[in-house]
């Protein structure tokens, strides 16, 4: 599975921005698919993640009631609306596949993603 986030860019605070991730290969309609974000200086910071069929999903405290996940499996398409942007949202945004799992596709830890696709640039300015 190849990974391509993008639709990052300059926003200001309080607007709103979709990320996309665009996936490659038949493995992404069975897997969960994360984003996550580094800012500056920062470790990876978990964002949310949803399930394969997109019925369920799960976001970080620090977002929750901002943002939205979803995916089309038919397009091999994930998204991440933000909406209410702050300027602490500033980071580099990536979205990863978690593809061999047991038990709940739920996971905040980067290392149990299978998959990552290189990250596009959030700017909030304030």
């Known amino acids: 599975v190849q990974l391509q986030a993008s639709g990052g860019g300059l926003v200001q605070a309080g607007g709103s921005l979709r990320l996309s991730c665009a996936a490659s290969g038949c493995i992404f309609s069975s897997a969960a698919v994360g984003w996550f974000r580094q800012a500056p200086g920062k470790e990876r910071e978990f964002v949310g993640v949803?399930?394969?069929?997109?019925?369920?999903?799960y976001l970080a405290d620090s977002v929750k009631g901002r943002f939205t996940i979803s995916r089309d499996n038919a397009k091999n398409m994930g998204y991440l609306q933000m909406n209410s942007l702050k300027p602490e949202d500033t980071a580099v945004y990536y979205c990863?596949?978690?593809?061999?799992?047991?038990?709940?596709?739920?996971?905040?830890?980067?290392?149990?993603?299978?998959?990552w696709g290189q990250g596009t640039l959030v700017t909030v300015s304030s």
């Open positions: 949803i399930s394969w069929s997109g019925g369920s999903t």
């Open positions: 990863a596949a978690r593809a061999y799992y047991s038990g709940t596709y739920y996971s905040s830890h980067p290392a149990e993603y299978d998959y």
